[in-house]
């Protein structure tokens, strides 16, 4: 077969190919319409989902930022001149802090930041002694997917628990973190509260086995320091 007939043959084919192409297109030109709509919208929603989203997490962010900074400003100190935004007491500090939370957590809700708004809500809340929004609060971040900030908000849920003399359901709790701990509350340290929890109540030998316990698994870290000092004072 010379080269021209080859190039023949190809080019029939292409044209035949183009033409049952083209003639599905247009026995199913409404469907392939729809289909192709379906795929736009399906993308826009995609592209604007991503876009709102990270609008969204950045504006949670800025307001999680701006409420962890006014709790954490100094007071005013005695006897300074007025300053608008510098609070003279811890309450009034923590209460406008309090606000700030409980609003990011309304307005951002499902996103990541509403957990830890909810955290320091309920931390915020106890301080102001609305126990039991504290308690809700705590708890909804004790939920969190993020073991490190579901652990700090149970170790504020069992000093909760502590404060209203709910000491087995502060036990439960420690016991829980001992068994997965995490960076921001490690097994020692729930150890020790927990022996701290023993020794108030009157069971010493409980404490003592618990500070034993950290002090030869963290020999030479502050945990183990401190549960040695524990030891030689009782």
Do not use: C
Request: hydrophobic share 45%; charged share 20%; net charge positive.
């Amino acid at each position: 077969m010379d080269t021209r007939t080859r190039h023949a043959l190809k080019g029939d084919k292409f044209a035949q190919a183009a033409a049952t192409s083209a003639s599905w297109v247009g026995e199913h030109q409404s469907s392939v319409l729809r289909w192709s709509i379906a795929i736009v919208v399906a993308l826009l929603l995609i592209v604007g989902g991503s876009v709102y989203w990270g609008f969204r997490t950045s504006a949670a962010n800025t307001a999680l930022g701006a409420a962890v900074d006014l709790y954490a400003a100094p007071l005013a100190q005695p006897g300074a001149p007025f300053e608008p935004g510098v609070y003279t007491t811890a309450e009034a500090r923590a209460r406008e802090a309090n606000r700030q939370f409980v609003a990011i957590a309304h307005d951002f809700a499902w996103l990541p930041e509403t957990s830890k708004a909810r955290y320091f809500a309920g931390v915020t809340y106890q301080e102001l002694g609305r126990n039991g929004n504290a308690e809700t609060e705590l708890k909804a971040a004790a939920g969190s997917w993020d073991r490190n900030l579901s652990n700090l908000a149970k170790v504020a849920l069992a000093g909760l628990y502590r404060q209203e003399n709910r000491s087995s359901d502060a036990v439960d709790l420690y016991n829980q973190l001992v068994a997965k701990p995490s960076a921001t509350v490690s097994a020692a340290v729930a150890q020790l509260d927990l022996a701290d929890l023993y020794a108030a109540q009157g069971k010493q030998d409980q404490a003592r086995a618990l500070w034993a316990k950290v002090k030869d698994a963290d020999k030479d870290g502050a945990a183990g320091q401190f549960a040695a000092q524990k030891l030689a004072a009782k």
